[in-house]
């Protein structure tokens, strides 16, 4: 697959463009990642998987916060974005991180190494997603803990919540088209969790809320960059309604409450 192919498969965009919003989402969702990381007991010098680094917020928060005399070994596919991540925690003085720049499929997962993999909104996304998760359990430790969010595709919509439907809608049939599952947290990986061989699982539901405007800046940014592109290319929407959908967003008065997903959280533990 060449460069610019593979540019196009990551949904939201992995160059440097995307950088800035990916840190507003990390606002947005962060709060619901430190409310249940702080249930996990996990011992200071732990050995740490962050499947899908991104821009490495999460492998960060982990390192500092979580495992300060551990390590966290975080990996994504995407080069641009692995580098914001090393040059992110080389800013921060934290120096117990190693970034790997790896295909979920193709990584080394290894044979209870971990005692903790996390993944945020990234299972969703692909097609084979149960398959990753048993490589998951198999890099596990025994007693390792699975802690993944996953999107549900369901929105709190209150107010004067039109402009934003059409996102809503566009980003289930984009997940969909390059064959993940827009509802995975919901309807499958508590089965694929279970099926892998975790146990004691629990599962818990938050919807993320933050200032309106934020919220609005990065729907914003994201239908008229990566999305638009990845959207037209489909024949999903044309590039008239999708002008008209970030125009009639920026011309609310914010006078609704909405949440971008709903976040599945699930929790197992390797028997």
């Known amino acids: 697959m060449d460069q610019d192919a593979d540019h196009r498969s990551y949904l939201l965009g992995d160059t440097e463009s995307a950088v800035y919003r990916y840190r507003l989402f990390n606002r947005v969702h962060e709060p619901a990642t430190r409310d249940r990381m702080a249930t996990l007991n996990i011992a200071p010098d732990a050995h740490v998987l962050e499947v899908g680094c991104g821009i490495g917020e999460t492998a960060c928060l982990f390192a500092t916060e979580l495992v300060p005399a551990g390590h966290v070994v975080a990996f994504d596919r995407a080069p641009e974005l692995v580098e914001t991540a090393r040059q992110t925690a080389l800013e921060r003085g934290i120096d117990n991180i190693t970034f790997v720049c790896s295909d979920a499929a193709e990584f080394d997962f290894g044979s209870e190494r971990f005692d903790l993999a996390h993944t945020r909104f990234v299972l969703s996304y692909l097609n084979g997603a149960a398959e990753i998760v048993g490589k998951i359990f198999g890099a596990m430790k025994k ?40 509802d995975y947290g919901l309807r499958q990986l508590p089965a694929d969790v279970l099926a892998s061989g975790f146990t004691d699982m629990r599962a818990t539901a938050q919807w993320p809320l933050e200032d309106q405007s934020l919220i609005v800046e990065m729907v914003g940014l994201a239908l008229a960059s990566e999305m638009k592109h990845n959207l037209t290319r489909l024949g999903i929407a044309s590039e008239a309604e999708i002008d008209a959908a970030v125009a009639a967003l920026n011309a609310t008065h914010r006078n609704f409450t909405v949440s971008p997903a709903m976040v599945a959280q699930i929790i197992g533990r390797k028997p």
Do not use: H
Not at 157 to 166: C, M, N, R
């Open 143 to 182: 007693g390792g803990l699975f802690f993944g969010e996953e999107i549900v595709q369901s929105y709190v919509l209150v107010g004067e919540t039109a402009a934003y439907e059409p996102f809503c809608k566009w980003f289930g049939q984009l997940i969909e088209a390059g064959g993940g599952q827009a």
